[in-house]
Nanobody, 115 residues
Framework: QVQVVESGGGLVQPGGSLRLSCAAS????????MGWYRQAPGKQREWVAS???????NYADSVKGRFTISRDNAKNTAHLKMNSLKPEDTAVYYC?????????WGQGTQVTVSS
């Protein structure tokens, strides 16, 4: 049974930083690709960033230069470091991992950027 769990969300002021983490547990959970997505109430879920052992990292234009995605292969954990946060970044952030040809989603973690 594969489970993906996000953590690290919370309330932060504009211009602040936050780091999200995503961990997969279960048997044979080596992930070859991972992505971060976000969704605000009433809005479509959008892709934020991704990392792959074959294609490296990619970012949405809205977060380029501010967010950094990384992974710890030994721990099968991924992170999203968010700097210079803006109110527009407020959303529930979801982690997605590709494991053995299947896609697994976490439950999401709330990120709120507000004064």
């Amino acid at each position: 049974q594969v489970q993906v769990v996000e953590s690290g969300g919370g309330l932060v002021q504009p211009g602040g930083s936050l780091r999200l983490s995503c961990a997969a547990s279960g048997s044979d959970v080596n992930s070859y690709a991972m992505g971060w997505y976000r969704q605000a109430p009433g809005k479509q879920r959008e892709w934020v960033a991704s990392i792959s052992i074959t294609t490296g990292t990619n970012y949405a234009d809205s977060v380029k230069g501010r967010f950094t995605i990384s992974r710890d292969n030994a721990k099968n954990t991924a992170h999203l470091k968010m700097n210079s946060l803006k109110p527009e970044d407020t959303a529930v952030y979801y982690c997605n991992m590709a494991i053995r040809g299947r896609s697994y989603w976490g439950q999401g973690t709330q990120v709120t950027v507000s004064s």
